[in-house]
Every structure is written in structure tokens, then in C-alpha cells.
T-cell receptor
Framework: GAVVSQHPSWVICKSGTSVKIECRSLDFQATTMFWYRQFPKQSLMLMAT?????????EQGVEKDKFLINHASLTLSTLTVTSAHPEDSSFYIC????????????FGPGTRLTVT | GQQLNQSPQSMFIQEGEDVSMNCTSSSIFNTWLWYKQDPGEGPVLLIALYKAGELTSNGRLTAQFGITRKDSFLNISASIPSDVGIYFCAGRASNTGKLIFGQGTTLQVKP
């Protein structure tokens, strides 16, 4: 149980375009989903927290207009990187919490974004 | 802001050896978690600790929640090559659900 998927697993896009990343909890309903980014050899940095049906809460320094988060259902959250630039290239990981077992965060496999 | 200090930063050990890593904080946490991350993958939850002094095992892994609630350690006994990866501690201080992650410990095991 507590399986989280992400799609796509990797994406290459041109500078100025937008990219959407999906995060799904496959076998439980996630009341809360989290989005992180991770640079090489570094730890996970929380970008935003989203609860189903409400606006996401962004961490300090994260541009809400650039990183659009939608949590439309208890099993799906999306992160859209708008007008991507090379410095947005990173590993984006989502996590979901609220499963039957406990309230811990279970992570997706991550999405590698490369902006050229 | 809250920070976690995780050490050591990296370890290179022989297969069969025991491993120990720890995290300390200047703040009190109500929950300590240990995750393992393989290259190009998301972190996988290994052990969750909810009470000060709690000692929990998961196979060859043992973790403890420090009495002061400001630290935790993870031990791996009789390491094997598949233990290779990055281990992260994470603490949660409030009911927001947000986690604070340590910097990670990179473990390499020589067969």
C-alpha cells in the first residue's frame, strides 16, 4: 500500500515553454500532497503544500505564479512549471499523505526536468 | 528556521560492517523519520518514530528517537551491497505535516 506515481518520469523542454507534472496516490486518498525539488547531491527542498480543493501554500522564495499547483482530487495533484528557464532544471518529487496506515508522507519516483 | 544536522555526510564501508548515522536539531520534533533514496528515485520511508525514547527496528535497521526529542540515530547491521544509497532523516515539529530534511548520508558498501 501507499504507492505514489509521477508522470512523466523525465521531460526535456525548451526555454519559455510550460511543463505539467502529475502526482497520483494509487491506493489511498491523499488529503495533503507536497511538492519538492532536489538539486544534485543536495537534500529535498519543500516548494509547496496542497490540500484537496484549496489553494496551495508556498514556501518562502517559491514563486506561486511560476509553479502552479492544482490539487483537484484526493488522488491527483499537478505541478505546472510555467515559462521554464534552464535554472528550473531539477528533480521534482511529490509526496502524498493521509493514507489509511498513517499520516506519513510517501514519495513518488520523481520527475527529471531539463530545460534547454 | 529549523535545521537538521545529519552526519556523517558520507561513509564507505566493507560489506558486513555495521553503520551508524545520526541527526541533531536545535529544535524539538514530535516525529522523526528515516528515508532511503536510490539514484534517480524518490525517497522510501524506512522507519517512523513518534515518541521520545522510542526504539524501532525494521529488519537490519534500527532507529531511535532521542530522549531530548532533538536527535535521532539510524543503525544498519551487517551491511550488504544493496544498502548503498542516500539516507535522509526528517523531523516534523507541528501538525502542519511539513517535514524538515537533513542533508543526507551517502552510503557506499564495498563487496
Amino acid at each position: 500500500g501507499a504507492v505514489v506515481s509521477q508522470h512523466p518520469s523525465w521531460v526535456i523542454c525548451k526555454s519559455g515553454t510550460s511543463v505539467k507534472i502529475e502526482c497520483r496516490s494509487l491506493d489511498f486518498q491523499a488529503t495533503t500532497m507536497f511538492w519538492y525539488r532536489q538539486f544534485p547531491k543536495q537534500s529535498l527542498m519543500l516548494m509547496a503544500t496542497s490540500n484537496e480543493g484549496s489553494k496551495a501554500t508556498y514556501e518562502q522564495g517559491v514563486e506561486k505564479d511560476k509553479f502552479l499547483i492544482n490539487h483537484a482530487s484526493l488522488t491527483l495533484s499537478t505541478l505546472t512549471v510555467t515559462s521554464a528557464h534552464p535554472e528550473d532544471s531539477s528533480f521534482y518529487i511529490c509526496s502524498a499523505a493521509g493514507g489509511l496506515l498513517n499520516y506519513e508522507q510517501y514519495f513518488g519516483p520523481g520527475t527529471r526536468l531539463t530545460v534547454t | 528556521g529549523q535545521q537538521l544536522n545529519q552526519s556523517p555526510q558520507s561513509m564507505f564501508i566493507q560489506e558486513g560492517e555495521d553503520v551508524s548515522m545520526n541527526c541533531t536539531s536545535s529544535s524539538i520534533f514530535n516525529t522523526w523519520l528515516w528515508y532511503k533514496q536510490d539514484p534517480g528515485e524518490g525517497p522510501v520511508l524506512l522507519i517512523a518514530l513518534y515518541k521520545a525514547g522510542e526504539l524501532t527496528s525494521n529488519g537490519r535497521l534500527t532507529a531511535q528517537f532521542g530522549i531530548t526529542r532533538k536527535d535521532s540515530f539510524l543503525n544498519i547491521s551487517a551491511s550488504i551491497p544493496s544498502d548503498v544509497g542516500i539516507y535522509f532523516c526528517a523531523g516534523r515539529a507541528s501538525n502542519t505535516g511539513k517535514l524538515i530534511f537533513g542533508q543526507g548520508t551517502t552510503l557506499q558498501v564495498k563487496p
